[in-house]
């Protein structure tokens, strides 16, 4: 089973490792995050875990299993 405790500062890790750039602050708490012609809207609630639903959405976009995710 998957392993989904991901916090806002772990995805971003993840997402800066994968060349990925801040291109905006959406409204409220979330964060526009692209690379060539991928976006990815990851929420900002600080320290809380990112739904499980949000992060697989996320692996999705970024054409990666699940392994290759958690082991960036």
């Given at each position: 089973?998957?392993e989904?405790n991901?916090?806002?500062?772990d995805?971003?890790?993840k997402?800066?490792?994968?060349?990925?750039?801040?291109?905006?602050?959406?409204?409220?708490?979330?964060?526009?995050?692209v690379k060539?012609?991928?976006?990815?809207?990851?929420?900002?609630?600080g320290s809380?875990?990112?739904s499980?639903?949000?992060?697989?959405?996320?692996?999705?976009k970024?054409?990666l299993?699940?392994?290759?995710?958690?082991?960036?």
């Amino acid at each position: 089973m998957w392993e989904l405790n991901y916090k806002y500062v772990d995805i971003k890790k993840k997402l800066i490792k994968l060349d990925f750039v801040l291109k905006r602050q959406a409204k409220w708490s979330h964060e526009i995050w692209v690379k060539d012609e991928t976006i990815i809207v990851l929420p900002n609630h600080g320290s809380k875990t990112i739904s499980k639903w949000v992060i697989k959405s996320i692996i999705r976009k970024l054409w990666l299993t699940y392994d290759e995710f958690r082991k960036l």
